[in-house]
């Protein structure tokens, strides 16, 4: 599959994507997401790729939202003092990059963002639902919007407390301040730092240690159920589904595998798909519609 912003390259179970605009550094599009979208869900549905790693072309990760466009965030035109809700739920409303979040936040493949050079604005935010950040020396942040007379999105305002916590994430998008990697590595945002040549190999040998040792089906649902979980109001609902999981994951053919691998000291070989092999209780949730007002 061919993509107007971005490129993709599969090997060894790795899916590897590679934001393209760099002339523009990387800047971002509705076409951008339309494509993201796109490589994700060929992600999702091909049983080889066992992880993916984003990253960006030339010197840049993403340098927020290309600005000249005319529709640069959304496709809405709203009356900002409307006080008519469904003026306000309107299909057209939904920022472009929360549309990417959600999708990426429903990914069944873990994520490892490769961050190698500037990431601001919504180059910043749509990390956030990925799993893993690594950054280049190279790498700069920034939560930019309230410098443009905007706000955080791609719901951010959800994940970015959850990964740096409040304060953190409070005085970044107050301030705006563009920073550095070393501040995004105390900050929490990131797991590492390096060397720019150093980067990509960094973040393939996260994603080969997944590919080459864990089942699957298991990543799958250990994605899901982390981030889910995160917004659970007592842990007895994690106990609940953690129950499910487990009473399920024991009687597979990849809990045999792992048990058999183990004590014959060889490489497991998982034989349970990610498009087969989803226990029954999966989805244990039911999704939040766009209209409505709370999750049921």
């Keep these: 599959m061919s993509f107007e912003t971005l490129t993709t ?3 060894d179970g790795i899916l590897t994507i590679t934001l393209n605009r760099p ?8 076409q951008m997401m339309l494509d993201l979208i796109a490589a994700i869900d060929m992600a999702d549905t091909d049983d080889d790729v066992r992880a993916v790693i984003v990253t960006g072309a030339g010197r840049g990760f993403c340098a927020g939202v290309d600005l000249d466009m005319d529709d640069a965030f959304t496709e809405a035109k709203v009356d900002p003092k409307a006080t ?3 003026v306000w739920d309107a299909e057209s409303n939904r920022d472009w990059g929360g549309i990417l979040a959600m999708r990426l936040f429903n990914c069944l493949k873990p994520i490892i963002a490769a961050v190698n050079g500037p990431a601001v604005g919504i180059g910043a935010t749509m990390q956030l639902p990925m799993d893993i950040r690594l950054a280049s020396t190279a790498a700069r942040f920034g939560f930019v919007f309230a410098r443009r007379g905007i706000v955080p999105e791609a719901a951010s305002s959800w994940f970015l407390p959850r990964l740096v916590g409040m304060s953190q994430a409070l005085e970044w998008s107050y301030t705006g301040q563009v920073f550095g990697a070393d501040e995004a590595l105390a900050g929490g945002l990131v797991r590492s730092v ?3 040549d150093d980067l990509l190999p960094a973040a393939r040998a996260i994603a080969r240690e997944i590919a080459d040792n864990a089942a699957p089906v298991s990543v799958a649902l250990t994605r899901q159920m982390m981030w889910r979980m995160a917004g659970a109001d007592h842990p007895m609902q994690a106990h609940r589904i953690d129950s499910r999981a487990i009473a399920a994951r ?3 053919a990849d809990a045999n595998e792992g048990v058999a691998s183990f004590m014959e000291k060889r490489p497991p070989a998982f034989p349970d798909k990610v498009s087969a092999d989803m226990p029954g209780f999966y ?3 039911s999704e939040p ?3 409505e007002k709370e999750p049921k």
């Design 194 to 196: 390096h060397a720019p």
């Design 283 to 285: 989805p244990w949730w």
């Design 9 to 11: 390259d599969t090997s």
């Design 84 to 86: 008519d809700p469904a």
């Design 250 to 252: 024991s009687s597979s």
């Design 23 to 30: 002339d523009r550094l990387n800047a971002f599009t509705r």
């Design 289 to 291: 519609g766009w209209h």
